[in-house]
């Protein structure tokens, strides 16, 4: 087996900063206590300025004035933890989150589908880069090993046991995971790498160091299997943003919507599945939340659309006081289903396809102005249709032909020049609302060669009335 270590260094400060729309703001994440706080780590922007991570934050108010200030919140980066292993699902069922900051993935049955590593490695980087997340990526035959290599390497890719000895024996000793006390404890024996601990006898380093030492380093070289829970995606998604000052206009509200649907879409596409329906809940600082709901004809999860479709949506509403967050909450995930495509596509390159043009009209529109057509249990042809807004099941087209368009009208059809194919074929029906129809439908073909559906009713002899004409 082969396992990719993608190290996330800095995941709290991406995760805030992916949020906030100036990225060369200077900003700095908080920690400690009220009486001494701390700057946790700053963007590149605040280290340009001088500022740096364990500054206290006195200290860093005397150096500058102007930077912004987040909460590190642990429970938000573990948040964002979750998502990303939701994103890494795409590529492998095998994704762990043993070790904070870092996502394990099994990646050798993968290889198959994705490609050579060179190219899998460079679309994940890609990715991992577009969602603005900093990273390295290391792989090795085993995950602890992979983790260890992630500390000082980028890139690095060890695909054999034998080349995996000879680079971890090059590592340092404070760099492979052992505690800070064993640590210490072989650098003051003189021992700076982990050749020269391997190379002590192994019954010597047994009974001076605890168990778990051994037990570590056998898991690192490969000789100790580690037993890894996997991640599971859960059944539905709920993010929320907090936003950094009170919202009154929609257009504010777009770049946090952006990111949600963003998000969602990262989350749809690791679970393979699409959202048929979801729902924006806007925070305010006063009264009840403000509830918009979003739904589509069938299930989608292409980021631009959604983003779109949520936006139509908003658009159409009263924000009735400040929004102070936004969040987003979707449970109806149902399998995704890929629109079918030809092989040449034939649509001009500037126009919509059908399905996302039919979802921005009912999010400009309404859901009432914009209606499908479906087949109804109904013998009688002007009732054998409906209207319909919302995908339900289908019905099974009758097995005798009926004409695309049916006249609102039936008009009396001249018998000069029409010859009847096919006929009669009876309907009685409707007795039971009132709508009591008899007739006698024949199938008609004019003398320019156009076909109809025309008749009479049952018991009379005048003119057929024309009812439909066929494709």
């Given at each position: 087996?082969?396992?990719?270590?993608?190290?996330?260094?800095?995941?709290?400060?991406?995760?805030?900063?992916?949020?906030?729309?100036?990225?060369?703001e200077p900003l700095a994440l908080l920690s400690g206590t009220p009486q001494r706080r701390i700057?946790?780590?700053?963007?590149?922007?605040?280290?340009?300025?001088?500022?740096?991570?364990?500054?206290?934050?006195?200290?860093?108010?005397?150096?500058?004035?102007?930077?912004?200030?987040?909460?590190?919140?642990?429970?938000?980066?573990?948040?964002?933890?979750?998502?990303?292993?939701?994103?890494?699902?795409?590529?492998?069922?095998?994704?762990?989150?043993?070790?904070?900051?870092?996502?394990?993935?099994?990646?050798?049955?993968?290889?198959?589908?994705?490609?050579?590593?060179?190219?899998?490695?460079?679309?994940?980087?890609?990715?991992?880069?577009?969602?603005?997340?900093?990273?390295?990526?290391?792989?090795?035959?085993?995950?602890?090993?992979?983790?260890?290599?992630?500390?000082?390497?980028?890139?690095?890719?060890?695909?054999?046991?034998?080349?995996?000895?000879?680079?971890?024996?090059?590592?340092?000793?404070?760099?492979?995971?052992?505690?800070?006390?064993?640590?210490?404890?072989?650098?003051?024996?003189?021992?700076?790498?982990?050749?020269?601990?391997?190379?002590?006898?192994?019954?010597?380093?047994?009974?001076?160091?605890?168990?778990?030492?051994?037990?570590?380093?056998?898991?690192?070289?490969?000789?100790?299997?580690?037993?890894?829970?996997?991640?599971?995606?859960?059944?539905?998604?709920?993010?929320?943003?907090?936003?950094?000052?009170?919202?009154?206009?929609?257009?504010?509200?777009?770049?946090?919507?952006?990111?949600?649907?963003?998000?969602?879409?990262?989350?749809?596409?690791?679970?393979?599945?699409?959202?048929?329906?979801?729902?924006?809940?806007?925070?305010?600082?006063?009264?009840?939340?403000?509830?918009?709901?979003?739904?589509?004809?069938?299930?989608?999860?292409?980021?631009?659309?959604?983003?779109?479709?949520?936006?139509?949506?908003?658009?159409?509403?009263?924000?009735?006081?400040?929004?102070?967050?936004?969040?987003?909450?979707?449970?109806?995930?149902?399998?995704?289903?890929?629109?079918?495509?030809?092989?040449?596509?034939?649509?001009?390159?500037?126009?919509?396809?059908?399905?996302?043009?039919?979802?921005?009209?009912?999010?400009?529109?309404?859901?009432?102005?914009?209606?499908?057509?479906?087949?109804?249990?109904?013998?009688?042809?002007?009732?054998?249709?409906?209207?319909?807004?919302?995908?339900?099941?289908?019905?099974?087209?009758?097995?005798?032909?009926?004409?695309?368009?049916?006249?609102?009208?039936?008009?009396?059809?001249?018998?000069?020049?029409?010859?009847?194919?096919?006929?009669?074929?009876?309907?009685?029906?409707?007795?039971?609302?009132?709508?009591?129809?008899?007739?006698?439908?024949?199938?008609?073909?004019?003398?320019?060669?156009?076909?109809?559906?025309?008749?009479?009713?049952?018991?009379?002899?005048?003119?057929?009335?024309?009812?439909?004409?066929?494709?």
């Open positions: 087996m082969l396992w990719a270590c993608v190290l996330l260094p800095q995941l709290a400060l991406d995760g805030v900063m992916r949020r906030r729309a100036n990225a060369d700057l946790q780590t700053v963007n590149q922007a605040a280290r340009a300025l001088g500022l740096k991570p364990g500054q206290s934050l006195t200290s860093a108010h005397a150096m500058v004035r102007d930077f912004a200030t987040v909460e590190f919140d642990p429970a938000e980066t573990e948040r964002w933890h979750r998502l990303l292993a939701a994103w890494a699902y795409r590529f492998s069922s095998q994704v762990s989150l043993r070790y904070p900051r870092v996502l394990m993935m099994e990646v050798e049955s993968s290889l198959g589908l994705f490609g050579p590593w060179p190219g899998f490695e460079a679309r994940l980087r890609a990715e991992l880069t577009a969602l603005g997340f900093s990273h390295r990526i290391v792989v090795a035959p085993n995950p602890v090993a992979a983790r260890m290599l992630a500390n000082v390497h980028d890139g690095l890719a060890v695909t054999c046991r034998d080349s995996l000895r000879h680079v971890l024996e090059q590592m340092p000793v404070d760099r492979i995971g052992l505690d800070r006390e064993t640590t210490t404890a072989l650098t003051r024996m003189g021992l700076r790498h982990l050749s020269e601990v391997l190379a002590l006898p192994r019954a010597s380093l047994a009974r001076r160091f605890p168990a778990q030492v051994m037990q570590h380093l056998d898991t690192l070289l490969g000789d100790r299997p580690l037993a890894l829970e996997y991640y599971t995606p859960p059944d539905y998604f709920d993010v929320r943003i907090e936003l950094n000052f009170d919202v009154e206009s929609h257009q504010a509200l777009l770049f946090p919507l952006k990111r949600l649907v963003s998000d969602l879409a990262m989350f749809l596409g690791g679970r393979d599945s699409g959202v048929q329906r979801f729902t924006l809940h806007l925070e305010h600082t006063e009264g009840p939340d403000t509830h918009v709901p979003v739904g589509l004809l069938s299930a989608e999860r292409d980021a631009a659309m959604l983003f779109e479709l949520a936006r139509g949506r908003l658009e159409q509403i009263q924000v009735p006081s400040p929004v102070r967050s936004l969040r987003l909450h979707a449970r109806d995930l149902p399998p995704f289903v890929p629109a079918h495509r030809e092989l040449f596509e034939e649509r001009p390159q500037q126009s919509l396809p059908w399905e996302q043009l039919r979802e921005r009209l009912r999010a400009r529109l309404g859901n009432e102005s914009v209606n499908g057509m479906a087949l109804r249990a109904d013998h009688r042809p002007e009732c054998a249709w409906q209207a319909q807004t919302e995908a339900r099941v289908r019905l099974a087209p009758p097995k005798v032909p009926r004409p695309g368009w049916l006249l609102s009208q039936p008009s009396p059809l001249p018998e000069a020049g029409t010859r009847i194919l096919a006929g009669p074929e009876r309907i009685e029906s409707g007795w039971w609302d009132g709508g009591d129809v008899r007739r006698d439908y024949y199938l008609i073909e004019t003398r320019s060669g156009q076909r109809g559906w025309a008749y009479r009713s049952v018991g009379e002899s005048g003119d057929l009335l024309l009812h439909g004409w066929f494709a």
